[in-house]
T-cell receptor, first 113, second 113 residues
Framework: GENVGLHLPTLSVQEGDNSIINCAYS??????FIWYKQESGKGPQFIID?????DKRQGQRVTVLLNKTVKHLSLQIAATQPGDSAVYFC????????????FGPGTRLSVLP | DAGVTQSPTHLIKTRGQQVTLRCSPK?????VSWYQQALGQGPQFIFQ???????QRGNFPDRFSGHQFPNYSSELNVNALWLGDSALYLC????????????FGQGTRLTVV
């Protein structure tokens, strides 16, 4: 399969614990953000998005927090499962119609049994 | 409902050759974007097609060109391949509306030798 993120920062968590993955962005004009999950051999998979007029959004087992003051985005995964092991990317765009996304460097999440 | 499909999945080319990669967007989507993902990094935006025209372009040389067909499918062409062009090429499709998620295909792994 595809070796995604060979030298990425790694977050290791115990199965059942909560995970928090952080992302700093640089463009203060960005107004739409997405978290993607990428498993080995696959393309990025949409997890959750948030618009700049919000500071929190919840999905199934996932929560995204946006702090525009410090240009910081985080992804919280509740009750982390082995299937959550993957590389996680935050992506930002300021172009509302073009979706020209700028991706962060990624974080590898490793779930320990 | 088929998602984004890309072909081929893997490809090996020699320096100086030309390559064409193909993408069929998710059903109902009219906008196609191409990204290059080097090993260990996040995807980088190459360009985007809408209504058969290149609408946006990232920081990639003219060796990278594309096309969108009336059925919204798209091709990415790379001429005069370099070793540094070796990467995973991802296609993403979306709707031409404000702030909507982009769905990615599984990518084409291009190796230039």
């Amino acid at each position: 399969g595809e070796n995604v993120g060979l030298h990425l920062p790694t977050l290791s968590v115990q199965e059942g614990d909560n995970s928090i993955i952080n992302c700093a962005y640089s463009n203060s004009a960005s107004d739409y953000f997405i978290w993607y999950k990428q498993e080995s051999g696959k393309g990025p998979q949409f997890i959750i998005d948030i618009r700049s007029n919000m500071d929190k959004r919840q999905g199934q087992r996932v929560t995204v927090l946006l702090n525009k003051t410090v240009k910081h985005l985080s992804l919280q995964i509740a009750a982390t499962q082995p299937g959550d092991s993957a590389v996680y990317f935050c992506a930002e765009t300021e172009d509302n119609y073009g979706q020209n996304f700028v991706f962060g460097p990624g974080t590898r999440l490793s779930v320990l049994p | 409902d088929a998602g984004v499909t890309q072909s081929p999945t893997h490809l090996i080319k020699t320096r100086g050759q030309q390559v064409t990669l193909r993408c069929s967007p998710k059903s109902g989507h009219d906008t196609v974007s191409w990204y290059q993902q080097a090993l260990g990094q996040g995807p980088q935006f190459i360009f985007q097609y809408y209504e058969e025209e290149e609408r946006q372009r990232g920081n990639f040389p003219d060796r990278f060109s594309g096309h969108q067909f009336p059925n919204y499918s798209s091709e990415l062409n790379v001429n005069a391949l370099w070793l540094g062009d070796s990467a995973l090429y991802l296609c993403a499709s979306s709707l031409e509306t404000r702030n909507t998620e982009a769905f990615f295909g599984q990518g084409t792994r291009l190796t230039v030798v």
